[in-house]
T-cell receptor, first 109, second 115 residues
Framework: KQEVTQIPAALSVPEGENLVLNCSFT??????LQWFRQDPGKGLTSLLL?????REQTSGRLNASLDKSSGRSTLYIAASQPGDSATYLC????????FGAGTQVVVTP | EAEVAQSPRYKITEKSQAVAFWCDPI?????LYWYRQILGQGPELLVQ????????DSQLPKDRFSAERLKGVDSTLKIQPAELGDSAMYLC?????????????FGPGTRLTVL
């Protein structure tokens, strides 16, 4: 069974610092990996989708990498802003969609 | 911009009552998913539809939960009777096709509180 882990569970950084969020998975036979943002009490907003054949994907200040052999994906957010405060979840498709519990991020002004 | 619609946004009910949630996916999306998210955890897949057919309902507690997508467009998830442990956020998502590389888009969710 696929296990998805996101460490740390919570993270606080000052505004302007780069954010590094980690997602680990146990089964490398995945189809794709999707990063989401979730604000309190809200649904999930898709940030980036990385297909299994890709190594990374970029959108604006966001960059996500995928290393299937080591079972890891990393989401980088450059020059963090208070508006980046949210919970970030990774979701993996490999048979069925499996989510991590998320990393709660607080960016302080 | 096209969005997944869900209603109601909030629902408070008493134990043993019946509740129903509605989802309207992005137009043209063939695949629809229902998830349950307990506070502090990631979403857990309950049921997946391809058009009007159930693809995966292995995690759906079928003794009390039911889901349908009769015309292959919008969908209803029902709980009868509701239990205290059903308090959670219920999320609906859709994707263009069943293919595994397709991006999923989520609705705003329904927050259920069972008293």
């Amino acid at each position: 069974k696929q296990e998805v882990t996101q460490i740390p569970a919570a993270l606080s950084v000052p505004e302007g610092e780069n954010l590094v969020l980690n997602c680990s998975f146990t089964d490398s036979a995945i189809y794709n990996l999707q990063w989401f943002r979730q604000d309190p009490g809200k649904g999930l907003t898709s940030l980036l989708l990385i297909q299994s054949s890709q190594r990374e994907q970029t959108s604006g200040r966001l960059n996500a990498s995928l290393d299937k052999s080591s079972g890891r994906s990393t989401l980088y957010i450059a020059a963090s802003q208070p508006g980046d405060s949210a919970t970030y979840l990774c979701g993996i498709i490999g048979g069925k969609f499996q989510f991590g519990a998320g990393t709660q991020v607080v960016v302080t002004p | 911009e096209a969005e997944v619609a869900q209603s109601p946004r909030y629902k408070i009910t008493e134990k043993s009552q019946a509740v129903a949630f509605w989802c309207d996916p992005i137009s043209g999306h063939a695949t629809l998913y229902w998830y349950r998210q307990i506070l502090g955890q990631g979403p857990e897949l309950l049921v997946q539809f391809q058009d009007e057919s159930v693809v995966d309902d292995s995690q759906l507690p079928k003794d009390r939960f039911s889901a349908e997508r009769l015309k292959g467009v919008d969908s209803t998830l029902k709980i009868q009777p509701a239990e205290l442990g059903d308090s959670a956020m219920y999320l609906c998502a859709s994707s263009l096709e069943l293919a595994d590389y397709n991006e999923q888009f989520f609705g705003p969710g329904t927050r259920l509180t069972v008293l």
